[in-house]
């Protein structure tokens, strides 16, 4: 049963960066595909960037070259790394994982999410 915390919001001025945590309980196994999405205010929630178990990396057109998914050396760490911040990317940030075997629009598990504030 695998359970997700994220951690590392907080408020930043514009241009700036931040990095975002999410630590896995019960994650023993490679086959999972780890994804992170946001959700703004008043919006649906969209997919922000995935990784697959074999490192490729995906990134929705707005965060192209400004954030960066990876994982950390223990399996159970993703971690999103977010430049040149702009103010909408202000949204509550969820990490998320799934086996990589069903598709990318079914999640299975979901964190509690962390607020990030660009001003």
């Known amino acids: 049963h695998v359970q997700l915390v994220e951690s590392g919001g907080g408020s930043v001025q514009a241009g700036g960066s931040l990095r975002l945590s999410c630590a896995a309980s019960?994650?023993?196994?490679?086959?999972?595909?780890m994804g992170w999405f946001r959700q703004a205010p008043g919006k649906e929630r969209e997919w922000v960037s995935s990784i697959s178990t074999d490192g490729s990396t995906t990134y929705a057109d707005p965060v192209k070259g400004r954030f960066t998914i990876s994982r950390g050396n223990a399996k159970n760490t993703l971690y999103l790394q977010m430049n040149s911040l702009k103010a909408e990317d202000t949204a509550m940030y969820y990490c998320?994982?799934?086996?990589?075997?069903?598709?990318?629009?079914?999640?299975?598990?979901w964190g509690q999410g962390t607020q990030v504030t660009v001003s």
């Open positions: 998320a994982a799934r086996r990589c075997w069903i598709p990318p629009n079914k999640y299975t598990y």
């Open positions: 019960g994650y023993t196994s490679s086959s999972y595909c």
